[in-house]
């Protein structure tokens, strides 16, 4: 398993290097181009909805334009940032944490900020280990799967959690216990078990399927919790010369998620679907269609609760400017207007 740190320090460093070392983009876009990053989780379904009804197609012809949208599966918010950054990707799909890192390292340079929510979604560490019913309870023996140790939203939520047990000079407390693993493997490791992993702080589907296929599989914390409600975990954020330079594109975007939205909302069978097809995905309709219609899951594009994270970590030193509202990290569209 000492791989998976390895490779861990490795991501972290590259992505570091690259925030820290940010050269001009200077690369011309041009309107209609669009490529878009995501990750793995139902967390995405707004992207998954309109990438299978084809709604920034539909909604670029309206402004004009023929676009054909380029779709990149990531893993981890280094990789998304390094990507943007590299201008290999326009908009970029992470966690809160990514986004208000990134924001930080270009804040008046490229001016990255977010340009929606991907709605609320709530994140659970699960544990396998019966010994285990609260933080308090991990020991050297535990390790705990994430995204990107360290720097991902999940590690930050429990590095809030942390702070507020131990204090926050022991916010780090158990980061040595975190080991960066993608979701869908982390999954596999909680339901296979027999490996050192046994404990994955999740994103739906993976901690539904986790608590439905183990019966040893247990919730030692949940993200609303931590945050206060509910709360978005999920965003799009973009740099400040891809949405100027690309103002019918960017239009078309937001017009898309917007239509997905309402879709989610009106049609979970066919947003059940879409997922199923874009994800090529085996998970169990009834499990799947459970999910989205939890009362807990809304999708939408207003940012909700993001503010908690982002004052903890300016308050730790992760980010040194000091944002006074959410609307300092989103752009100032409509739908971001009334985000917290």
Known sequence: MNMFFAKSKKRLLASLVALLSIAPLSVAYAEGQIRIAEQHGIVYLLLHVAQDQKLIEKHGREQGLDIKPEWIKLSGGAAINDALLSNSIDIAGAGVAPLLTIWDKTKGRHNVRGVASLGNFPYKLISTNPNVKSIEDFTEKDRIALPNAGVSVQ???????????????????????????????????????GTEINAHFATPPFHDQELAGNPNAHVVLEAYDVLGGPST???????????????????????????AAQYIKNNPEGAADAYQRINNSSLDRNLLLEIIKNPDIEAKLTPQNTFTLADFMHRI????????????????????ASGS
Not at 166 to 186: F, M, Q, R
Not at 320 to 333: I, L, M, T, V
């Open 155 to 193: 590690s930050r939520i429990l590095q809030l959690a942390a702070a507020r047990q131990w204090g926050d000079e022991n916010y780090k407390k158990l980061d040595k216990l975190s080991v960066t693993i993608p979701h869908p493997e982390a999954t596999a490791a909680i339901l296979k078990e």
């Open 233 to 259: 975990a999920t965003v799009l954020y973009a740099t400040e010369k891809y949405r100027t330079e690309n103002p019918k594109t960017y239009k078309a975007f937001i017009g898309a998620l917007a239509e």
């Open 317 to 336: 030193g992760a980010i040194k400017n000091k944002p006074q509202s959410a609307q300092d990290y989103f752009f100032d569209d409509a739908h971001n």
